[in-house]
């Protein structure tokens, strides 16, 4: 069931209103795998929401072929010019770590990494962070409506990638190419806070990848093969 609904990856940014302007040109690509819905939106709660861990390997292959089809759309990339492209996760808030006692979308990236479905010249790099906020300060998205979103996640992250002294990192992050990833797209109001801390350090971010998109574009599927 799960292949069957996210056998055609599809763009999503245009059914996410931080992601698009008002003329309804895209701030950031965005691949989804399929639609937040039926035994996919079920296994990512599970997954996410009722310590379901086995369900990594499974949401692991789900985002592999998203992940393919957002590189076919990158004009100009090839692992034989020897240049690499990040997939940095959104990370998990404080709150959620303690609540789960994993990050979701980092244990799924291990997972495809783990059954080598990660792409030559691809690197994990968990290079963002989220700042801490006081208690009283601290809101669910899933409580907030659209504005409330975007609020909230302003200026909440911050790149660690100094002093993240384990992974191989360039002497300067200028022109680093970046993919974000994420599990579920709704607003998409993290993903561009994401891509705003990272921009601002220098990285290039060429776009997202996540597992489902709370609301896909209207004929989505149309020209999908």
Request: proline residues 5%; glycine residues 8%.
């Amino acid at each position: 069931m799960l292949r069957r609904l996210t056998c055609s990856p599809f763009r999503a940014e245009v059914a996410a209103e931080a992601l698009v302007d008002v003329s309804g040109e895209s701030h950031l690509p965005v691949v989804a795998a399929g639609e937040y819905r039926d035994a996919l939106a079920s296994g990512i709660l599970a997954f996410k929401n009722h310590g379901r861990t086995e369900l990594c390997l499974p949401l692991g292959r789900v985002l592999a072929r998203a992940l393919t089809a957002a590189l076919a759309e990158l004009p100009g990339r090839s692992p034989l010019t020897g240049s690499s492209l990040w997939l940095v996760p959104i990370p998990s808030t404080g709150s959620g770590w303690r609540r789960r006692g994993y990050d979701p979308v980092a244990m799924i990236l291990r997972a495809l990494v783990r059954e080598g479905r990660l792409p030559e010249g691809v690197e994990i790099v968990p290079v963002l962070a989220v700042r801490a906020r006081l208690p009283w300060n601290r809101k669910h998205q899933k409580s907030l409506g659209r504005a409330g979103r975007r609020r909230n996640v302003h200026n909440t992250m911050r790149n660690r990638w100094r002093s993240w002294v384990s992974i191989r990192l360039k002497a300067n992050s200028r022109g680093v190419e970046v993919l974000l990833v994420d599990d579920v797209l709704t607003t998409g109001a993290t993903l561009r806070e994401g891509a705003k801390t990272l921009t601002e350090s220098g990285f290039r971010v060429r776009g997202a990848v996540v597992l489902a998109t709370a609301r896909a574009p209207e004929k989505c599927h149309e020209n999908d093969d």
